[in-house]
């Protein structure tokens, strides 16, 4: 059965900071995605990669097929970055998403 | 821009009741599904559709049923609604059933 661990559960960081949330799995996946969730629900798929790194403005995305690891960094942290961050894999051999269970990310100004 | 939709963002309902949530989304995908969302639990998968009267049951189907009639359209219905069904639920769709996911807003009910 595939888990999917996230950490930390929750971070509070001061504007400016660098941030990293980590996620594992336990199995196989043939892609892992990270989403943004605002308060009031609404999810946003932020990416999906099978390997190495992606880059969106100040969000990097990292993962280790290797060692079952994703990272989720973020650059240049801003209040509007305050939001929970979900990561999820998808295994090989089926087709549906297995979610963590999301980090809390709170941005002070 | 893809634009799911969800019929209700609050809904409150009483035990038993049938409740009917339905989700729309304008970029002709072929995949739609279902999820709830409950604290500390993450996302689960309800029920999901690859086409047109075609639907799999996900990882929590019990107390769920699916139609999807038109391809734009996707309901979930608690033929009985109980407690236990008080939850955040979430539709999304995609182009292909690996493909990024597109959310609703969500619909939060509460049964009482």
């Known amino acids: 059965k595939n888990e999917v661990e996230q950490s930390p559960q929750n971070l509070t960081a001061q504007e400016g900071e660098f941030i990293t949330i980590n996620c594992s799995y336990s199995v196989g996946i043939s892609a892992l995605h990270w989403l943004q969730q605002h308060p009031g629900g609404g999810i946003v798929s932020l990416f999906m990669l099978s390997s190495g790194k992606k880059k969106h403005g100040r969000l990097i995305a990292t993962i280790n097929i290797q060692e079952k690891h994703s990272s989720l960094h973020i650059t240049a942290s801003h209040p509007r970055d305050s939001a929970v961050y979900i990561c999820?894999?998808?295994?090989?051999?089926?087709?549906?998403?297995?979610f963590g269970k999301g980090t809390k990310l709170s941005v002070k100004p | 821009d893809v634009k799911v939709t969800q019929s209700s963002r609050y809904l409150v309902k009483r035990t038993g009741e049938k409740v009917f949530l339905e989700c729309v989304q304008d970029m002709d995908h072929e995949n739609m599904f279902w999820y709830r969302q409950d604290p500390g639990l993450g996302l689960r998968l309800i029920y999901f559709?690859?086409?047109?009267?075609?639907?799999e049951k996900g990882d929590i189907p019990e107390g769920y049923s699916v139609s999807r009639e038109k391809k734009e359209r996707f309901s979930l219905i608690l033929e009985s609604a109980s407690t236990n069904q008080t939850s955040m639920y979430l539709c999304?769709?995609?182009?292909?059933?690996?493909?990024?996911?597109?959310f609703g807003p969500g619909t939060r009910l509460t049964v009482l």
């Open positions: 559709s690859y086409d047109v009267k075609m639907k």
């Open positions: 999304a769709s995609s182009l292909d059933r690996t493909d990024t996911q597109y």
């Open positions: 999820a894999s998808r295994q090989i051999w089926r087709g549906n998403l297995i």
